[in-house]
């Protein structure tokens, strides 16, 4: 099992910055990879950006060149750096991990933040 815990959100105006935590606790050595997803009112859940423990990152064409993901130095926080937010990023940010324990790959969900960006 691994639990989430997100930090970070709230309300910035346009072309400002904020960054997002997400902590892991748990399994944590069985994680294979971390990241956000975002969900805009009315809209489906979406990738925002991922990382696997080799480093390797997905991302929404939306958010590249603007947000950034990184690990802690503990390896088992994720943050997400977000710059230059735009009114269309206003969205509940939950973070997401996968998690192999040996047999199949499991998801996890953190409880979500809202970040509300005005214009």
């Known amino acids: 099992q691994v639990q989430l815990v997100e930090s970070g959100g709230g309300l910035v105006q346009a072309g400002g910055s904020l960054r997002l935590s997400c902590a892991a606790s748990?399994?944590?050595?069985?994680?294979?990879?971390m990241g956000w997803y975002r969900q805009a009112p009315g809209k489906q859940r979406e990738l925002v950006k991922t990382i696997t423990t080799g480093g390797r990152t997905n991302f929404a064409d939306s958010v590249n060149g603007r947000f950034t993901i990184f690990e802690g130095s503990a390896k088992n926080t994720v943050y997400l750096q977000m710059n230059s937010l735009k009114p269309e990023d206003t969205a509940v940010y939950y973070c997401?991990?996968?998690?192999?324990?040996?047999?199949?790959?499991?998801?996890?969900w953190g409880q979500g933040t809202q970040v509300t960006v005005s214009s």
């Open positions: 997401n991990a996968h998690a192999y324990n040996g047999r199949y790959t499991r998801e996890y």
């Open positions: 748990g399994s944590i050595g069985s994680i294979t990879s």
